[in-house]
């Protein structure tokens, strides 16, 4: 029996979890530090009775776009982006240390650093932990130093570094919780480790690298083929119908 429902059926799921890829991607256009995902599709053989030409569609997310978004000036001190290549190290909440682009950082009332998810930032010896101050810089080489309570304007005490890494892009995948980590092949013995020579901008935010028109011509393409796909599965049906049709009348 021909396969072509099946193919076009295949065809057409494919299409949708392409098209829901390229919706995240538009989803998430404003949102600080965000990576595209890529989405692609590659054909299958069909195995049993079938024509050769028959091929099953599988739509795959082959990685991430990890180039960097524009520098957006908030004034904020405690906003950092990311300069160049790397990235900074926080802690999920499985406790597993992943890395994003993210830096809208923010200190909560036990004076822990963390990201606008309760995402713990990760410093020298573990999540960044401020004392009680009146004012918190961020110098350019991720140094945290704060003015301690009742110090002097130029009294600046440094007391932690934000970690940041910068392990080789190919080893990376994004996780489902929308940060990077190595890749189960990957994996090195302990915690990444920190890169000396990154550098970050204070009161700048990375923007997302989503081009939204880009994504959304995508998502339009798609839509015509998923429209192919039903159009192929209708003239399976007729087809499968009228030989039934026939073998009746013989």
Do not use: C
Not at 141 to 163: F, H, M, Q, Y
């Amino acid at each position: 029996m021909d396969k072509a429902l099946y193919i076009g059926m295949s065809g057409a799921k494919q299409n949708m979890l392409a098209q829901r890829a390229h919706a995240n991607n538009l989803a998430n256009v404003s949102t600080t530090g965000f990576k595209r995902d890529f989405a692609q599709a590659r054909s299958m053989p069909v195995f049993g009775e079938h024509h050769p030409t028959r091929a099953y569609a599988m739509t795959e997310r082959p990685g991430t776009d990890l180039s960097a978004g524009a520098l957006m000036d908030t004034g904020r001190k405690l906003d950092v982006a990311v300069e160049g290549d790397g990235w900074l190290a926080i802690q999920n909440d499985q406790g597993e240390e992943v890395f994003t682009r993210t830096g809208s950082l923010q200190i909560d009332v036990n004076g822990l650093m963390r990201l606008p998810g309760g995402e713990p930032v990760l410093g020298n010896g573990g999540p960044v932990a401020l004392p009680p101050f009146e004012n918190v810089e961020i110098g350019a080489d991720g140094t945290v130093s704060i003015i301690p309570v009742g110090g002097a304007p130029d009294e600046l005490v440094e007391v932690d570094r934000l970690k940041l890494v910068n392990p080789p892009s190919g080893s990376l995948e994004k996780g489902l919780d929308g940060f990077m980590r190595r890749r189960p092949d990957q994996v090195i013995d302990g915690p990444e480790p920190p890169d000396a020579n990154m550098r970050v901008a204070s009161g700048f935010l990375e923007s997302s690298n989503v081009n939204a028109v880009q994504e959304m011509i995508s998502n339009l393409q798609l839509s015509r083929q998923y429209e192919m796909q039903v159009k192929v599965m209708s003239a399976a049906k007729d087809n499968s119908e009228a030989a039934a049709r026939l073998l009746q009348n013989l």
